[in-house]
């Protein structure tokens, strides 16, 4: 079992769409959980993060965190097409240090 | 924000060659870079850590006289991957962190994508 999961996709939708993005995750001692947007053939970039459970709003960015279950979400309200990319969920005990990711899951917003 | 930059974004090369790939940290100096690489449709995995001026920190399975990591200064470190084979070819990203307490985000390079023929 891989520490972290996260359904690949692809998860297309019109644009102006509320977007779910999940991961769960195996240990318990993550601290910290970040989700990054990768655009195609560039490095990921920080989008939220958030420490141990409890949600975080950033703009059209929601996180949300439950350490019970073992599960993180991303929301994205009003979706746009420059929203398409692969996002990444990771995690770690210390932030800024070792970070496990998720497999990405490829996001298209459909004008 | 902090800009990382690697270079060369691209390279192609023979099998049996060597290439290296520079990470700089622009405007902050990184105590801590990180080296990555990202199969196609597949997630970024570790494979090491290193601290300016020390020997670089290994994950397991990854071959320290394979990738060999030097971290001189503190906004500059390299990864030399030796005899380069196919198998080899992948997306090669660093990311690279300030400071050494526990709020201190890791900033990612844009990532080099390495083909060996």
């Known amino acids: 079992q891989k520490e972290v999961e996260q359904d690949p996709g692809p998860l297309s939708v019109p644009e102006g769409a509320i977007v779910s993005l999940n991961c769960t995750y195996s240990?318990?001692?993550?601290?910290?959980f970040m989700w990054y947007r990768q655009y195609s053939r560039k490095g990921p970039e920080l989008l939220m993060y958030t420490y141990s459970s409890g949600n975080k709003e950033d703009g059209r960015f929601t996180a949300q965190v439950d350490k019970s279950s073992k599960y993180i979400s991303l929301f994205i309200r009003d979706s746009q097409p420059s929203d398409s990319a692969t996002y990444l969920c990771?995690?770690?005990?210390?932030?800024?240090?070792?970070?496990?990711f998720g497999a990405g899951t490829i996001l298209r917003v459909k004008s | 924000g902090a800009v990382v930059s690697q270079h060369p974004s691209w390279v192609i090369c023979k099998s049996g060659t060597s290439v290296k790939i520079e990470c700089r940290s622009l405007?902050?100096?990184?105590?801590?870079m990180f080296w990555y690489r990202q199969f196609p449709k597949q997630s970024l995995m570790l494979m090491a850590t290193s601290n300016e001026g020390s020997k670089a920190t290994y994950e397991q399975g990854v071959e320290k006289d394979k990738f060999l990591i030097n971290h001189a200064s503190l906004t500059l470190s390299t990864l030399t991957v030796t005899s380069a084979h196919p198998e080899d070819s992948s997306f090669y990203i660093c990311?690279?962190?300030?400071?050494?307490?526990?709020?201190?985000?890791?900033?990612f390079g844009p990532g080099t994508r390495l083909t060996v023929l």
């Open positions: 405007d902050f100096q990184a105590t801590t």
């Open positions: 240990n318990s001692a993550f601290q910290y």
């Open positions: 990771a995690m770690g005990m210390e932030y800024g240090n070792k970070l496990v």
């Open positions: 990311s690279a962190r300030e400071g050494s307490g526990n709020y201190n985000e890791q900033f």
